[in-house]
């Protein structure tokens, strides 16, 4: 992923599998409508999150938050999220979630959304990184064992009644 430089906030460009170009870039709060279509797209109504609450998590300073376009239409394909939480083991990065349009899949964006995220992230010194992942999503769990995560334990009805989580870490 080369850096290039645009306005003041950073942005990566990234090429495909297929030779394709995306861009990644931090949010905006123009984003958040398409933010927000992704969401409805990408999680059922129980588990996704408002649109309240994105744009809150849009504002929060501290936190990262990167979408990802597809070039030439400039068309938000995707989105992910992530801090720097201050433990008693020291700095640890959590990924709070990652989302790719359901069109759009398949490409590398998602690893493409949650390495960018952990090179920003790992500015702040963290030891490692750290994600909670719902035991029946498969392809999200794919994804983080493909970037190099390992299951920790499992964090019962974490979702909810019966809906159980996988905690997932790996070396920052
Ligand atoms: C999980 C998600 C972000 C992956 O996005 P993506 O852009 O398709 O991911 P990538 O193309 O980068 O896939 C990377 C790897 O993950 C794995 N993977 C992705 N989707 C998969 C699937 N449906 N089944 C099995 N493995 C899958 C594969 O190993 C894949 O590599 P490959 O295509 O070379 O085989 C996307 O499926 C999504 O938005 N899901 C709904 C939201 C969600 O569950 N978010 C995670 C919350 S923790």
Redesign the pocket.
């Known amino acids: 992923m080369n850096l290039i430089h645009k306005d003041v906030k950073d942005v990566s460009e990234l090429t495909l599998k297929d030779g394709a170009m995306i861009i990644i870039r931090s949010y905006n709060q123009k984003d958040l409508s398409s933010i927000y279509e992704i969401e409805r797209n ?2 059922s109504e129980s588990e996704r999150y408002t649109e309240q609450h994105l744009e809150m998590l849009g504002e929060f300073k501290h936190y990262s938050f990167l979408v990802a376009l597809e070039n030439v239409g400039h068309t938000i394909v ?1 989105y992910s999220i992530g801090v720097i939480k201050s433990t008693r083991e020291g700095k640890i990065g959590h990924i709070v ?4 349009h359901p069109n ?9 959304l949650v390495k960018e995220l952990m090179r920003q992230l790992k500015d702040a010194g963290p030891t490692y990184f750290r ?1 909670e ?2 035991m029946t ?4 769990r ?2 983080y064992r ?1 970037l190099g995560f390992n299951y920790e334990y499992i964090l019962r009805n974490y979702y909810g009644k019966g809906k159980d989580a996988v905690l997932m870490k790996m070396s920052a």
Request: aromatic content about 8%; hydrophobic content about 40%; glycine content about 16%.
């Open positions: 990408c999680f995707g979630s990652v989302a790719v759009y899949r398949r490409r590398g964006i998602g690893i493409g994600l992942v719902k999503n498969k392809a999200a794919e994804m493909k």
